[in-house]
């Protein structure tokens, strides 16, 4: 019998980049472009906390948080 184990690290993109920064606390992302669009890939826990959530314009990230660092 095999058995399969599954861990899921969900700020496992954003942890090596915040460990760079200087302000842990600052709140960034991550953003690509898609289809003419900037879409947020990754987003940091302290910009979870204030609602910016993966897949989010740009636009839309910059309302909630208006000194949102994108990357």
Known sequence: MQRYLAIWFRYL???WLSRKLADKQRPFA???ARQNRKIITAV???AAQHGV?????VADARAVIPLLDIF
């Not at 959530?53 to 314009?57: A, D, L």
């Open 30 to 32: 991550i953003a690509a």
């Open 13 to 15: 993109t954003t942890d």
């Open 44 to 46: 940091s826990p302290a």
């Open 53 to 57: 959530e993966q897949g989010m314009t």
